[in-house]
């Protein structure tokens, strides 16, 4: 199955840094998603993005599908980005079924 | 929409007990998946439907685990008997064909004590 590697494990950052969280995956995909799974636990989709760039507010996300990595930035940080973030790709070629990295744990600091 | 709806939040049982937990997902959704969260794995899935049919159970870890989805509004996760090590949150989510968008329920975080 595809292999996907989520970096960094951990990240603190001080309200109003920058910051970006990566996501490696070891085929090609047709699908990769982000979410946070904020502090109660509750998993909320961020992008839909199997390729190209797309922003909302202050999250963007950009796919680059033949190097296989996604990136997710985080502008100008608040403690309400505290969490952890998951990428999930296609558990096997020419699935769409998501399987998930271990995440990226943030803390935002006020 | 009220989005996926997940019961009960937090149920805790003695081992030995059977657990059922249920889901009501996304009314025209027609994918259906439970995952189970623990620290040591991670987000796994357990199985998933497709307009009712479970497609794939590969990921169900014993017979003790069974899943059903009796119609296209209401799925159940059952576990008999339950033993401590599957305590763990446990999600339902739902999304449109080509599972291209999932949304999740708020989990049933269960402990078998």
């Known amino acids: 199955g595809i292999q996907v590697e989520q970096s960094p494990p951990d990240l603190i950052l001080q309200e109003g840094a920058n910051s970006t969280l990566r996501c490696n995956f070891s085929d090609s995909v047709n699908n990769l998603q982000w979410f946070h799974q904020n502090p109660w636990g509750q998993l909320i989709n961020l992008f839909y993005?199997?390729?190209g760039t797309k922003q909302n507010g202050r999250l963007s996300a950009t796919t680059v599908a033949t190097e296989r990595y996604s990136l997710l930035y985080i502008s100008s940080s608040q403690t309400t980005d505290s969490g952890v973030y998951f990428c999930?790709?296609?558990?096997?070629?020419?699935?769409?079924?998501?399987?998930f990295g271990r995440g990226t744990s943030l803390i935002v600091h006020p | 929409d009220a989005g996926v709806i997940q019961s009960p939040r937090h149920e805790v049982t003695e081992m030995g007990q059977e657990v059922t937990l249920r889901c009501k997902p996304i009314s025209g959704h027609d994918y259906l998946f439970w995952y189970r969260q623990t620290m040591m794995r991670g987000l796994e899935l357990l199985i998933y439907f497709n307009n009712n049919v479970p497609i794939d159970d590969s990921g169900m870890p014993e017979d003790r685990f069974s899943a059903k989805m009796p119609n296209a509004s209401f799925s159940t996760l059952k576990i008999q008997p339950s033993e401590p090590r599957d305590s763990a949150v446990y999600f339902c989510?739902?999304?449109?064909?080509?599972?291209?968008?999932?949304?999740f329920g708020a989990g049933s975080r269960l402990t078998v004590l």
């Open positions: 989510a739902s999304s449109l064909p080509g599972a291209n968008v999932l949304t």
């Open positions: 993005i199997p390729s």
């Open positions: 999930a790709v296609p558990r096997s070629g020419g699935s769409y079924i998501p399987t």
